[in-house]
DNA sequence: AATATTTTGTTATAAGCATAACTGAAGCTG
DNA sequence: CAGCTTCAGTTATGCTTATAACAAAATATT
């Protein structure tokens, strides 16, 4: 852990994945995991599993392991995966319009309320059970809902104006999609989805390798 | 740099927002650029951002700074922007097709060549100028067309398999947008988009911050 | 033209992170 | 139930990455 006491970034964002793989032993009725066991399915060392957990309590047992379930439980508490979020998309064009299809949410507790897009075109129209709604009445919307979290998949030009507004009425979590920075102060929880940044990487690599076969 | 004389994946993926940026820069007319400026512009310190392009070769100059349009190109050269992909979509559901009229792909250099889905409802389907094809004409078709890069957007039980299928046939990148973890020999990049480490780790974070709000 | 300033390239230092090693507790075996 | 094995928790080490400092080169200034 660093020295502030603050547990690093790297930590949180494999907890997700320690997660995941709890959630599919379970399926399939195992209850006990090694810090071993654990290394094989997700590829991190079981040295680093150990202190990763190891970092918000012991939740093992020495000569035993851990116990799926349980340990699954404590990670959701820390994640927050125990409570239910309610959420509103802004943009729903292609990528918010699969953000709101995207049944997996639903499951871990995140409730979509509304979407809402600025063009008249697909103002109106149903997806799942929401109809979109037009993006002047957002501001109207936030101020008479509580809102956790914020789905910006606005166009990169409108993101920082639309994250001001939703900022201003009180929101505290964007997930942004835009490819483009968002300053937000600092009472607000901000992550990015940078597809481009994404693909940009892979084909570096796909050309690294390739390049190899030539030699 | 790392002993062996590789670039680290950290600089690599700080590559694509230089990039971004000098873009904007130079939208804007701006050609002149240090390595202070960029520091504001990006987040990253200034030491960083010399260093990251020193991996690569001297680019700049002292007293002088960067050249925007040149040290564009130097990135675009170095991650492959310079080249063209072929690229096929598996999996027409919602990211899919999201990915598919995503127009900033085709800007740089991403032509999507085909879509492949086993629902007998999508197959048949136009995207843009694009039929939905059946996934069972997957193989033959990659047999007789040379594709650089797969985009995963099958259910997760799905996802090895069409892997083990695309790299049987030559294909050397995929992105994978499936919350799974894909295995695949050591000559195929791949990259992940992790939506959901990316929502539950942004809802850590909204947590922490709502929680010191209440001290 | 001489000097001060800017700014990179590069080296040195420090911080952060991951791996390895160790200790002791619990489970397992004969 | 004694000894052996397993395995988490924890400390120590090493490596990687980021920051800071510095020297040299080019620009800007007077």
Same mark, same amino acid.
């Given at each position: 852990? #660093?020295?502030?006491?603050? !547990?690093?970034? #790297?930590? !949180? *964002?494999?907890?997700?994945?320690?997660? *995941?793989?709890?959630?599919?032993?379970?399926k399939n009725g195992i209850n006990r995991i090694s810090s071993n066991e654990l290394s094989r399915l997700t590829g991190f060392t079981a040295s680093q599993i150990r202190q990763d957990l190891n970092n918000f309590g012991g939740f093992g047992q020495q000569g035993y392991g851990y116990d799926a379930k349980k340990l699954r439980e404590e990670i959701s508490k820390i994640l927050g995966l125990d409570h239910k979020y309610k959420v509103v998309i802004v943009g729903a064009g292609n990528i918010g319009q699969a953000v709101a299809n995207y049944a997996g949410f639903y499951e871990e507790g995140f409730e979509i309320m509304a979407l809402f897009d600025k063009n008249p075109k697909l103002v109106g129209l149903r997806i799942r059970d929401l109809e979109i709604m037009d993006i002047d009445d957002l501001k109207e919307y936030l101020t008479h809902h509580k809102i956790d979290l914020v789905v910006l998949c606005t166009p990169k030009e409108a993101s920082q104006g639309i994250a001001d507004i939703v900022t201003s009425c009180g929101v505290q979590a964007i997930w942004n999609f835009a490819p483009t920075d968002i300053k937000v102060t600092d009472n607000v929880a901000i992550e990015n989805v940078r597809m481009n940044e994404s693909l940009y990487t892979l084909v570096y690599y796909y050309n690294e390798k390739s390049n190899n076969f030539n030699n």
């Open positions: 852990m #660093a020295k502030n006491g603050k !547990i690093s970034d #790297a930590v !949180i *964002r494999r907890l997700p994945k320690y997660y *995941r793989y709890l959630g599919d032993l379970l």
